[in-house]
């Protein structure tokens, strides 16, 4: 069975920063194309960053270029992301998503973590 | 970016009949050299991650009941469910992966009428 299962959201203050990490299992996590996934409260769901299974290919979106890392340990079956420079808006529960095992880089979420809630307030 | 559209934004339908939701992409999704929509359906339960219901347009993921069925091409898109159950009650989401900028619907919760 897949499993993600995120950890290190919590309270941080503008302009901090934070690393999320996903620990996977259950799967061939080499294989895969990885995602970061976030949704503010009652807003819709946002593509955040992707990483390609080598870790040679990475996307972000604009909101977040320059602030924000993805990175990933195939050894350790892991999945982070450093978040920098950190905005109110940034707010959002955090998920980490499995992509698919193609080489292509278009992805949509076959997996999904349970989450974990990130919230940058003074 | 592609701007992804869903309508309507809430939908109260009776048990055991049909819902239908749409989704409309600010540019094309199909890619004309292999003749795929780049489109996915998800569905969201208060309080729990999104699950993909279907994706490619109309392929349905593994273990997602024949009653969800994904339709359309280009820019335009439903998902059809032909027989509402309890259990459908949720928020749903399409998402465009034509553009390795991905970008999600506004989602539409459905409810039981």
């Known amino acids: 069975e897949v499993q993600l299962v995120e950890s290190g959201g919590g309270l941080v203050q503008p302009g901090g920063s934070l690393r999320l990490s996903c620990a996977a299992s259950?799967?061939?996590?080499?294989?895969?194309?990885m995602n970061w996934v976030r949704q503010a409260p009652g807003k819709r769901l946002e593509w955040v960053a992707t990483?390609?299974?080598?870790?040679?290919?990475?996307y972000y979106v604009d909101s977040v270029m320059g602030r924000f890392i993805i990175s990933r340990d195939n050894a350790r079956n892991s999945l982070f992301l450093q978040m920098n420079s950190l905005r109110a808006e940034d707010t959002a529960v955090y998920y980490c998503?499995?992509?698919?095992?193609?080489?292509?880089?278009?992805?949509?979420?076959?997996?999904w973590g349970q989450g974990t809630l990130v919230t940058v307030s003074s | 970016d592609i701007v992804m559209t869903q309508s309507p934004d809430s939908l109260a339908v009776s048990l055991g009949e049909r819902a239908t939701i749409n989704c409309k992409s600010s540019?094309?999704?199909?890619?004309?050299?292999?003749?795929?929509?780049?489109l996915a359906w998800y569905q969201q339960k208060p309080g729990q991650p999104p699950k993909l219901l279907i994706y490619?347009?109309?392929t349905r993921e593994s273990g997602i009941p024949d009653r969800f069925s994904g339709s359309g091409s280009g820019t335009d898109f439903t998902l059809t469910i032909s027989s509402l159950q309890a259990e459908d009650v949720a928020v749903y989401y399409c998402?465009?992966?034509?553009?390795?900028?991905?970008?999600f619907g506004q989602g539409t919760k459905l409810e039981i009428k």
């Open positions: 998503a499995r992509g698919p095992d193609y080489q292509l880089p278009n992805n949509w979420f076959d997996s």
């Open positions: 540019q094309t999704v199909l890619y004309s050299s292999n003749n795929h929509n780049y």
């Open positions: 998402q465009q992966y034509y553009s390795t900028s991905y970008t």
């Open positions: 990483i390609k299974q080598d870790g040679s290919e990475k």
């Open positions: 490619w347009a109309s």
């Open positions: 259950g799967f061939t996590f080499s294989s895969y194309w």
